[in-house]
């Protein structure tokens, strides 16, 4: 994206009287535990131009799956979840249930898992669902605790206690 981003940054910049780069940092994301966690991504990804002011409702944005989800506008680029089809028998009764998703609020604790995750890089999920993940990938996936005496003996031993084998 880079050499793109060079090539283009100029004539969109001049062409609509705006400054600085055209892509405003890294790419980021996060393993999600679907059982738990999807739904709730969901809303946090559809509400998040709602938190910004850029429109009153997540319906309103054009490039929301929410339109689709909830409103029943197609879009080529979506293949309905596991979850989301589990929410109901047919499409209208998804489609209401999906909207009710969004009637609620969202407790900040599980903001804050996402978008924690989401900058680290991390898994969004219980204890379980990481374990499983070390599991099939053979490496530990908890993060450490930053800071602290690394070449010290507690460190090590805490860390080989941590790291799952298969």
């Known amino acids: 994206m880079q050499a793109p981003g060079r090539k283009c940054v100029h004539y969109i910049n001049d062409s609509y009287d705006r400054t600085g780069t055209l892509l405003a940092g890294r790419f980021k994301s996060a393993l999600v535990d679907s059982d738990r966690y999807l739904l709730t991504c969901y809303r946090y990804i559809e509400l998040n131009p709602v938190r910004a002011n850029i429109v009153v409702g997540p319906g309103a944005y054009q490039w929301s799956s929410y339109r689709s ?13 596991e979850k989301y089809i589990e929410l109901g028998a047919d499409i209208k009764v998804r489609q209401k249930m999906y909207k009710q998703l969004f009637s609620c609020h969202t407790e900040e604790d599980k903001l804050n898992i996402i978008r924690d995750a989401t900058q680290t890089g ?45």
């Open 122 to 166: 991390t898994i969004i999920g219980n204890e379980m669902f990481m374990q499983e993940i070390a599991r099939l990938l053979k490496c530990r996936v908890a993060r450490f605790d930053h800071g602290g005496d690394r070449k010290g003996r507690d460190f090590h031993e805490k860390k080989i206690s941590s790291t799952l084998t298969p």
């Open 69 to 81: 989800h909830a409103m029943g506008h197609h879009d080529d680029l979506l293949t309905p979840h």
